[in-house]
């Protein structure tokens, strides 16, 4: 008996038949598809009772249905914050009422923590619903920081004086942003669906083109472009950068330079300026140095001259003497200003050479009658001269030393005085 009954019952679980049609599903296997079921049921009468709760209901909440016999005590229990509890309350009677198919609120569970459910409702026989809980806290986690990146984004974007074009791989513009402080000619939404090589310059649009297919090929960054644009008689310059994004879209990001370009040319027009001064100012130093080593030149052998006079003019009257020292020399340049001091000078004078270079040299003795003499006669006319009677030297220290000075021009190739050598004797 018990074998026929299994076997008989077998047969018609598995024919799905008990005399009342194809339709029917026997209750345990309703049952096991509730209990085994990954979403939250609830099964809500006319009157608000909890009439069943699946065990995936209380595996998300942690609550059972002795603990929620009832929506008013699932409100009290899920959202203990009485303003917040009021709120889901009026969304929950619109669900229950047909007014909204969808819930989405935040649960306090049994254990303390907060989740994120989605209720959907579906009505069913006998004036009940059923309401499918789903927990969708990682999905709304989610969702919050995609808001979140756009939101900064959108605020980099708007911070940016920059124009944001969302292209596909020819160009065809699908999206613009533009941030507060762009400023270009391609602002208008009007601009969506055409391509930007159309709205560049011919050339511009040719070159801004073959980068989009070169960055699109390659996979990898494109140099900028920089391209000019006039509108009323006035041009402004633009940098244009091109960006891969994904699934063969790309981002082409416009910025104006103008004002970038009017700096740099300005320092380049300041570079050409200064290379010029340079210049200048190198010629100005090799004359200088040409000049000095003319100088050096002349003064050099009008020195030899003056020593082979004195010495053959000391032959000549038999007084020569070994012992006797040839005398200070000072070397002044055409102004009479002492350029060359030689250590007798310094000697003699008490003075460094720093300190007499620099100084007229007929500042060291007493009396205007020596400056007209080496003025006029050596570096006015260009005569040799001596001068023995009331030439008196004005030591460093204040002492005062009678001397005999004699005085050679100095003269360039030309013929020209460009300075004179005094030599300078105690008496």
Sequence with gaps: M???????????????????????????????????????????????????????????????????????????????????????QGMGQELLLGDRNTLVASVVCRD????????????????????????????????????QATSELTAVIEAFPDLFLRLNADGTILDSRAGRLAETPLKSRALLGRRVQDLLPAGVGEVLGDALQQAVRTNAPVAPLEFRHTEAGETRHYEARVVLLYEMHLMVIIREITERKEVEQELHRHREHLEELVAERTAELEHANQQLEQLLYSIEMTERRAAEEWLDSSIEQDTLNPAEPGGARLTTDVAGTVVIVSPEAEHLTGYAGEELAGRPVWSLFSGSHVRDLLSEEVLGRGRSTACSEGAVLVRYDGSVQAVQISADPIVDAVGLVIGMVCTIRKL
Excluded: M
């Excluded at 209901?57 to 917040?84: K, M, Q």
């Design 112 to 147: 303390g923590k907060v989740r994120d459910l989605e209720i959907r409702r579906s009505p069913v026989e006998g004036r009940c619903i059923l309401l499918t809980v789903r927990d969708v806290t990682e999905q709304v986690l989610t969702e919050e920081h995609l808001r």
């Design 2 to 88: 018990t074998g026929n009954n299994t076997t008989r019952d077998t047969e018609r679980g598995a024919s799905g038949t008990d005399g009342v049609g194809s339709s029917y599903l026997r209750e345990d296997v309703c049952l096991s598809i509730l209990r085994e079921a990954p979403d939250g049921l609830v099964l809500v009468d006319g009157g608000g009772e909890c009439r069943y709760l699946n065990p995936a209901f209380s595996r998300i909440t942690g609550y059972t249905r002795e603990d929620v016999p009832t929506l008013n005590t699932w409100f009290e229990r899920a959202h203990p914050n009485p303003a917040y509890r009021q709120k889901v």
